[in-house]
């Protein structure tokens, strides 16, 4: 079992950045498929961006893609999510995730270990 933990959530002015980091416990990443997802107030959860095992192949949601950047460094067991150019609309709680599967799929059923979750809320 893998056991997720999220952080650098917080608080950012629109425009501005902040980069989240999901660290992984109980079992190396180096197989696994990671993704970020976010879900805001009132909504169901959304695919944010994810990465294949060995990070050849990533995938972004159409609102993120060219500001947001997935990138992961197996020796650390860390998934990394910079986020640039944020606004408003970004503002969620925000969960790591891990897929068995190894490809880093943007469906959210694939991933089978999650994290608890990270506030960042984006002021106008």
């Known amino acids: 079992q893998v056991q997720l933990v999220e952080s650098g959530g917080g608080l950012q002015q629109a425009g501005g950045s902040l980069r989240l980091s999901c660290t992984a416990s109980g079992r190396t990443l180096n197989d696994y498929g990671l993704g970020w997802f976010r879900q805001a107030p009132g909504k169901d959860y959304m695919f944010v961006a994810a990465?294949?095992?060995?990070?050849?192949?990533?995938t972004y949601a159409d609102s993120v893609k060219g500001r947001f950047t997935i990138s992961r460094d197996n020796a650390k067991n860390t998934v990394y999510l910079q986020m640039n150019s944020l606004k408003p609309e970004d503002t969620a709680v925000y969960y790591c995730a891990a897929d068995y599967g190894g490809r880093g799929v943007p469906t959210l059923p694939s991933y089978e270990n999650w994290g608890q979750g990270t506030q960042v809320t984006v002021s106008s």
């Open positions: 990465i294949s095992w060995n990070g050849d192949s990533t």
